[in-house]
């Protein structure tokens, strides 16, 4: 009665606080608006007030944004094929994350964004879609949402779940309601040992959390060689070729100081750029220019010239191919405290990876790759261009780091099988056979 009454109030609180927050949210997306135009469309799925978002469907699957989008993608497809009969709508929170999601599937699977953790949008989502199992990729801990599923008996699982240190000291405040929350979770997927013992100090019953590894290890092979003898017929010469991936605002002077140093012993260097936010491509194509550089972009020249310095990616979903045209990545969000971003896409394409030192959100990732000689770290623009021009001018030395980051890749796959065996149980039960 009394542990009742406990979370009743914590639930009442937190939720009173969202509602008088929403103003924020709205100032929040129209501020995102102006920098992405996407954030101005589906307000009313932000609050769950759906109009043609269609009937139930038994599986969902939550995954934010374009990372763990990417990093369910082999779940999804495997749960299609095991079971081509049931419905499932696919959430994520950000515009580039529905991009990737109809990129994927289309209208093969529903979408929606997920609401915000009011107690009224999560019970209207919930309702709309009355699904059997939930699926949540990685470290989205919505209490509400938890509470909602518990409510109804919907088993939830947290997969492929990560928590960094860092994140774990930042659920300080709201820790008695997380781990309430927690509680009631049917299994926690985790990565690692060390993101498991997390989830238990964080709420999560030791016998509800399981480590699965890491679902970025079972992507799909990267089919790119008709894509990478385009873009190559197009430059016509042989020539250096360094991407900078996901990279964020504050990390562009960097990049572009690494490139002009690294011209001047590479002249011919081309810098393959894809800025993490699409609101960037403009920004960081007119930063080039004024650096000095020729500049080209996917959504206008298609494809770099003899002639280009930089080639600006402005387009979504074809990272990985341009990853499998350059023979040396930085992959961003590492110079800065963003956490870093996938380092295994790089690996999949034979791509020499380098990254900034601050990686709290893939830490056991960088931490094998590092052991295995498979990524440098560079901490600032002159490290970064000293470790390009090493590993252009070491052409044996960078094949064996692609080369042993490739068995790192193969290594670490199971994840999809394991989480697969944890899931398909609780699945809803087949139509009879008419």
């Not at 542990?3 to 937190?14: F, H, I, M, N, Q």
């Not at 529905?98 to 699977?109: I, P």
């Not at 021009?389 to 030395?397: I, K, N, S, T, Y």
């Not at 890749?409 to 087949?430: I, Q, Y």
Request: glycine share 6%; with cysteine; aromatic share 8%.
């Amino acid at each position: 009665m009394r542990a009742d009454l406990t979370e009743r109030v914590l639930r009442g609180l937190y939720s009173a606080t969202l509602y008088l927050l929403v103003p924020i949210t709205l100032y929040h997306l129209i501020w995102r608006g102006f920098r992405q135009r996407a954030y101005f469309q589906r307000w009313d799925e932000r609050y769950a007030a759906y109009f043609s978002a269609g009937g139930p469907a038994p599986l969902w699957l939550h995954a934010v944004s374009v990372g763990e989008v990417n990093a369910a993608a082999p779940l999804v497809d495997a749960l299609r094929r095991l079971r081509p009969d049931l419905r499932l709508v696919v959430t994520t929170i950000t515009p580039t994350g529905s991009d990737r999601v109809l990129a994927l599937w289309g209208d093969a699977v529903t979408h929606v964004y997920l609401p915000y953790d009011l107690p009224g949008a999560v019970a209207r989502f919930l309702d709309q879609f009355r699904p059997a199992l939930a699926l949540i990729v990685e470290t989205e801990l919505w209490p509400n949402l938890l509470f909602g599923c518990r409510d109804r008996q919907i088993p939830s699982f947290i997969l492929n779940a990560r928590l960094s240190a860092r994140s774990l000291r930042g659920y300080r405040v709201l820790a008695p309601l997380i781990r309430r929350a927690l509680a009631s979770v049917h299994l926690v997927a985790a990565q690692s040992k060390e993101d498991a013992r997390r989830f238990e100090k964080l709420g999560a019953r030791a016998d509800c959390v399981q480590v699965t590894g890491n679902l970025k290890f079972d992507m799909a092979p990267v089919v790119s060689a008709g894509f990478v003898h385009d873009f190559h017929a197009a430059l016509g010469v042989s020539r250096p070729i360094w991407i900078a991936a996901s990279t964020h605002e504050d990390e562009e002077a960097g990049v572009l100081e690494a490139h002009r140093v690294l011209r001047d012993s590479h002249p011919q260097a081309l810098l393959l750029w894809a800025p993490r936010h699409p609101e960037r491509f403009r920004a960081v194509a007119e930063r080039a220019r004024e650096a000095g550089f020729a500049v080209a972009t996917r959504s206008e020249q298609v494809w770099p010239q003899r002639d280009t310095g930089v080639f600006v990616i402005d387009t979504l979903g074809e990272l990985l191919r341009f990853y499998a045209c350059a023979q040396v990545a930085f992959v961003g969000g590492s110079w800065q405290p963003v956490g870093g971003h996938n380092l295994l896409e790089p690996a999949a394409t034979g791509t020499a990876i380098l990254s900034g030192p601050q990686l709290h959100n893939f830490a056991d990732i960088a931490r094998r790759l590092r052991e295995a000689n498979a990524m440098q770290v560079v901490v600032d623009a002159s490290t970064l261009a000293a470790a390009l021009r090493g590993l252009f001018d070491d052409p044996a030395g960078r094949h064996a780091m692609t080369a042993n980051a490739a068995r790192l890749l193969e290594e670490g796959r199971g994840a999809l099988a394991r989480t697969l065996d944890l899931v398909a149980p609780l699945l809803p039960a087949a139509p009879p056979f008419r």
